[in-house]
C-alpha cells in the first residue's frame, strides 16, 4: 500500500524527517510513538503532500505509483485521506454542504453524523467554534465520508472526553474495516497517539518510535506503549542507541 | 407593469438582483425604468406611491424629504435636489407587519443615462417591512451614472430590513446618499451585496439611532480589476441602551475597496462593533480598512477588528487532502467568505439572496 524510501524532508529550511523508512501493507494498522517535535505530523503532511514540506531527497510510493511530486488532491483521488490535530476552520462551508460537495448522498451524511454524534453540527461552518472534541469527531466523520484506502489519522483522541473517545475508537474501527476478517481487509491506516486509549479499542499491527526525524525503534505496538508509559522515551534513546 | 416588454426581455438580469416577475412571492413591486416610475402595491397596510404621485398627493410627504440627507451635502445630492423626485415612497402603518418582501429595481436601459432617485421609507410604530433592491443595467447598457437619495424613519419598535443588490455594467458610477433615523426600540437592518464590476461605488450612510433602538450595516463586496468601491457606514448611538454594528466582507480580484465605519457613541449602555474582513486575490488589488470608534460617553461598549490578507494556504490545502482541486478548493472559500448568512435576513430573503450570491458568484469568480 505505502512505501517510504529513505523520506528527507524540510520546512522553510530546516530538516524535518531525515532519512524515513517504512512500509505499509494493504489492512494492516500501523502506530506511531514519539515525543512532541519528533516529526510525527510532519511525516502525514509529507505523505499527503502539502507545500511546506519539501521532499529533499527519497520517495514515496503509494499503490505502486511513485506520489513524491504529486499535489494533495491527486494523492487524495489516489485513495489517502488524512485526519489534522488541529484543522483549520472554513467560514461560510457547511460541514453537511462540504459532505455532498465530496459526492456523498444525504442518507450517507445523516448515518455517519449519527454515528460520531454530530448531528448538531452538520449546519455549522467546517471546525469553526468547535470544540477539540467536536474537531476529532468531524474529521473522522471526513474520513469516513472520504473512505481512503490509507488513512493517517493524527491524535484522534487528544483533547475528547472519554464517553466520545469510544464514539471515535468506533468509528475509526469502521474507516480501517477492522470488523471484517483479516484477509478481506483492504483499507490500511496510520494513527498517531500518546494515550493508550485508541490502541486498546483498535488493534494496531505495528508501532514504530519517532525521535528527531528518524524511525528508531519499531516493534509490537502495545508493547512499545507500555515500555514507553512505564519508562518514558529516554529508555527508548537508550535502547536505540545500543543498536547503533 | 411586469407585463413591460422590457422588463420580459430583461428578465434574467432582474432575477439576478432578487426582482421577479411572480407577483405571489412579493407584497409590492416598484421599478424605475430609466427615469419613469411604475409602482404597484399588493399588501394591505402598506402604501407605495411613485414619488412623483407621492408629493402631489399625500400630504406631509415633501416636508420629510431631505430632513436626513442635506441637500447641500456634496454635488451628488446637489444634482439630485435638482431634478424632480423620482423614486419610491413606501409607507407601513402602525403595528402591519408584513412577510413577503416588497422589491424595488433601479433599472438603466438607456446607455450613458443619469438616474436619479428619491426614495422614502416610513414605518410607522410597530411595523415590520423587508425590501429587496435591485440595482441594474439592462445587458447592452455599459455607462451610467446612478444617484440615490434614500430617507428612511423606523418608528418605535418596528423593524426594516433592507437589501440592496448592485448588478451594475462596468462603466457605471453609483453614488447612493441614505439617511436613517431609528426610533426607540426599532431596529433597522441595511445589507448591501455587490459582485459585479462598477467603475466607481461611493456610499456612506448615516444613522441616528434612539434609546434601546439597533442598526446594522453590512456589506458583502467583490471587486474585480478596475473597480472601485467605497463604502462605509456612520452610526449615531444617541440614546441609551442602542447599539450599532457595521459587518465588512470584501474580496479584491484586482479592484479597490475601501471599508469605512464610523461609530459614534453619546450615550450611557450603549454597545457598538464593527468588524472588517479583506481578501486580496490579486497583487493589483487593495483592500483599505478604515475603522474609527467615537466615544463620548465614559459607560460604553465599543469595539473594532480587521483582518486582511491573502486565502490562508493551509485552508486550500486542507480541501485538496479532501480531493478538492486548488481552484474548487479556493472557489469554495470566497463563497464561504461572502456567506450571507452574516446578514441576519429572515429565512425567505435569505434564500433569495442565496440564490443570487450564487448566480452572480458563478460568472464573476
Redesign the interface.
Known amino acids: 500500500m505505502l512505501l517510504i524510501e529513505n523520506l528527507w524532508v524540510e520546512v522553510e529550511g530546516q530538516p524535518v524527517l531525515k532519512g524515513i523508512n517504512l512500509r505499509v501493507k494493504s489492512g494492516e494498522t500501523h502506530v506511531l510513538f514519539g515525543p512532541n517535535g519528533a516529526g510525527k505530523s510532519s511525516l502525514f503532511f509529507a505523505i499527503?503532500g502539502?507545500?511546506?514540506y519539501r521532499v529533499v531527497e527519497g520517495k514515496i510510493i503509494f499503490k505502486e505509483r511513485d506520489i513524491t511530486h504529486l499535489?494533495?488532491?491527486e494523492?487524495?483521488?489516489l485513495g489517502?485521506?488524512?485526519s489534522?490535530q488541529r484543522?483549520?476552520s472554513?467560514?461560510?462551508?457547511k460541514l453537511y454542504q462540504?459532505g455532498k460537495?465530496?459526492g456523498k448522498s444525504e442518507e450517507e451524511i445523516k448515518r455517519y453524523a449519527e454515528m460520531l454524534s454530530l448531528n448538531g453540527l452538520l449546519y455549522r461552518?467546517v471546525n469553526l467554534g468547535f470544540s477539540g472534541g467536536e474537531m476529532k469527531r468531524s474529521e473522522i466523520f471526513?474520513l469516513l465520508l472520504?473512505e481512503p484506502d490509507l488513512a493517517l489519522i493524527d491524535e484522534p483522541e487528544s483533547g475528547v472526553d472519554v464517553v466520545n473517545i469510544g464514539i471515535i475508537a468506533e468509528a475509526i474501527k469502521k474507516l480501517l474495516q477492522k470488523d471484517m476478517p483479516i484477509l478481506e481487509r483492504k483499507r490500511s491506516g496510520i494513527i498517531i497517539t500518546h494515550t493508550g486509549f485508541i490502541l486498546e479499542k483498535v488493534k494496531a499491527d505495528r508501532g514504530h518510535l519517532l525521535m528527531d526525524g528518524k524511525i528508531v525503534c519499531s516493534g509490537n505496538p502495545e508493547e512499545m506503549f507500555n515500555e514507553i508509559k512505564l519508562k518514558g522515551y529516554k529508555e527508548c534513546v537508550k535502547c536505540w542507541k545500543k543498536t547503533l | 407593469m411586469l407585463e413591460k416588454d422590457i422588463i420580459v426581455k430583461e428578465r434574467d438580469v432582474l432575477e439576478r438582483v432578487g426582482f421577479v416577475l411572480d407577483e405571489k412571492e412579493r407584497s409590492g413591486s416598484f421599478i424605475l425604468l430609466d427615469n419613469e416610475e411604475m409602482a404597484s402595491n399588493y399588501s394591505e397596510g402598506v402604501t407605495l406611491y411613485s414619488m412623483g404621485k407621492a408629493v402631489q398627493e399625500i400630504k406631509g410627504v415633501k416636508g420629510k424629504l431631505w430632513t436626513l440627507v442635506s441637500k447641500e451635502k456634496d454635488q451628488w445630492t446637489k444634482l439630485a435636489a435638482s431634478q424632480p423626485p423620482r423614486g419610491y415612497f413606501i409607507h407601513v402603518a402602525k403595528g402591519v407587519k408584513v412577510d413577503k418582501p416588497l422589491q424595488a429595481c433601479f433599472f438603466i436601459a438607456t446607455s450613458r443615462l443619469t438616474q436619479t432617485t428619491h426614495n422614502l421609507i416610513v414605518l410607522e410604530d410597530g411595523a415590520e417591512l423587508h425590501i429587496l433592491n435591485g440595482c441594474a443595467t439592462a445587458s447592452y447598457v455599459n455607462m451610467g451614472l446612478h444617484v440615490g437619495i434614500t430617507e428612511i424613519f423606523v418608528g418605535k419598535g418596528a423593524f426594516l430590513s433592507y437589501t440592496m443588490i448592485h448588478d451594475w455594467a462596468e462603466q457605471v458610477e453609483v453614488r447612493p446618499r441614505t439617511g436613517v433615523y431609528v426610533d426607540e426600540g426599532g431596529k433597522f437592518i441595511s445589507n448591501y451585496i455587490t459582485i459585479k464590476k462598477s467603475k466607481i461605488t461611493q456610499s456612506y450612510p448615516q444613522a441616528i439611532v434612539e434609546r434601546e433602538g439597533s442598526a446594522q450595516f453590512a456589506s458583502l463586496v467583490y471587486a474585480p480589476a478596475n473597480s472601485i468601491y467605497d463604502l462605509g457606514a456612520r452610526i449615531y448611538l444617541n440614546g441609551q441602551g442602542a447599539s450599532g454594528e457595521i459587518i465588512s466582507r470584501a474580496i479584491s480580484g484586482g479592484g479597490k475597496v475601501y471599508s469605512r465605519g464610523h461609530l459614534v457613541g453619546n450615550a450611557p449602555g450603549i454597545k457598538a462593533h464593527m468588524s472588517c474582513d479583506g481578501l486580496l486575490l490579486e497583487e493589483k488589488g487593495s483592500i483599505i480598512a478604515i475603522p474609527e470608534l467615537e466615544a463620548n460617553h465614559p459607560d460604553v461598549e465599543m469595539s473594532h477588528e480587521a483582518a486582511v490578507g491573502r486565502i490562508?494556504?493551509?485552508?486550500i490545502?486542507?480541501?485538496?487532502?479532501?480531493?478538492?482541486?486548488?481552484e474548487e478548493?479556493k472557489s469554495?472559500?470566497i463563497?464561504?467568505?461572502?456567506?450571507p448568512?452574516i446578514l441576519g435576513l429572515p429565512p425567505a430573503l435569505q434564500q433569495e439572496v442565496n440564490k443570487t450570491i450564487e448566480m452572480i458568484g458563478e460568472g464573476s469568480l
Not at chain 1, 472554513?90 to 462551508?93: A, E, M, N, P, S
Not at chain 2, 490545502?317 to 486548488?326: A, D, V
Open positions: 499527503m502539502f507545500s511546506r499535489p494533495p488532491h494523492r487524495a483521488k489517502l485521506g488524512i489534522f484543522p483549520p472554513l467560514r461560510g462551508i462540504l460537495l465530496m461552518d471526513q472520504q | 490562508a494556504e493551509e485552508e490545502e486542507y480541501l485538496m487532502s479532501r480531493g478538492f482541486s486548488p478548493a469554495l472559500i463563497k464561504g467568505f461572502l456567506d448568512e
